[in-house]
């Protein structure tokens, strides 16, 4: 019985470690990070040019020109995504709060604008990604994987940033060639989180085993009592 009881305390104290890690429990301090809600929105099945449609997209702001999708083609999260190209090259800006010297994880996937595959000779989407200081160059490959309207093979791409202040600005801004007009780099799912520092693990960690030796301790003064 001893050793069934310790078991059992030491499987609580793990399975809520696991409900209040930092991990499972991050905060994604990015607003409309799929992109769901804004300003004139399409319909299912259509997209809108920004600007030049009325439409806007909640929480961001839009440089030069993008293409607000949803449902034209398949999205990674929810209905909605955005072409960084609309009938030029455009961005996406979002401040976020932060706190100075905190590390954070910035998360996004990209694709490629599927209307594009056909024309293998004005070359790959490609944008820069910026977060504070640290900034992030990348392209995709759109030809390889064969996207279509209905399987965009979005990937996942990740930027490590330290804040150096309150507020940070995330930035994602095409660099495809004017050449390819409309046919830009996908972006969706966008998220933010803070990364947990190793102090506040170990603290976790040793709450956690204390909790363990508690619920132990508990179960031993009830053998005691009922014996």
């Known amino acids: 019985m001893k050793t069934r009881s310790l078991g059992l305390a030491a499987a609580a104290a793990l399975a809520f470690l696991g409900a209040a890690s930092p991990s499972s429990a991050s905060v994604n301090l990015i607003s409309n990070g799929s992109f769901e809600f804004g300003v004139n929105d399409a319909g299912l099945g259509g997209f809108q040019t920004i600007p030049g449609s009325g439409a806007s997209i909640n929480s961001w702001l839009v440089g030069g020109s993008v293409d607000w999708i949803n449902g034209y083609w398949q999205a990674q999260s929810g209905t909605h995504s955005v072409d960084l190209n609309g009938t030029s090259i455009g961005s996406l800006q979002q ?20 209307d ?15 977060a504070g200081g640290t900034q992030m160059d990348l392209g995709y490959t759109i030809f390889k994987p064969g996207n279509s309207l209905a399987s965009m093979n979005w990937d996942l791409r990740t930027l490590n940033f330290t804040a150096t202040g309150t507020s940070t600005l995330i930035s994602f801004g095409s660099t495809t060639p004017e050449g390819n007009c409309c046919y830009g780099i996908a972006l969706d799912n966008v998220a933010v989180s803070a990364v947990p520092e190793l102090s506040t693990w170990a ?25």
Do not use: E
Not at 116 to 130: F, H
Not at 212 to 224: D, I, N, P, T, V
């Open 116 to 130: 594009n595959v056909p024309n293998p000779g004005t070359g790959n989407p490609t944008m820069s990604v910026s």
């Open 95 to 114: 401040t976020i709060t932060t706190v100075a010297g905190q590390a954070y994880t910035l998360t996004f996937y990209v694709s490629g604008n599927p």
């Open 203 to 227: 603290m976790m960690l040793l709450g956690f085993a204390g909790i363990g030796f508690l619920a132990y301790r508990k179960s031993q003064k009830m053998k005691l009592v009922s014996a």
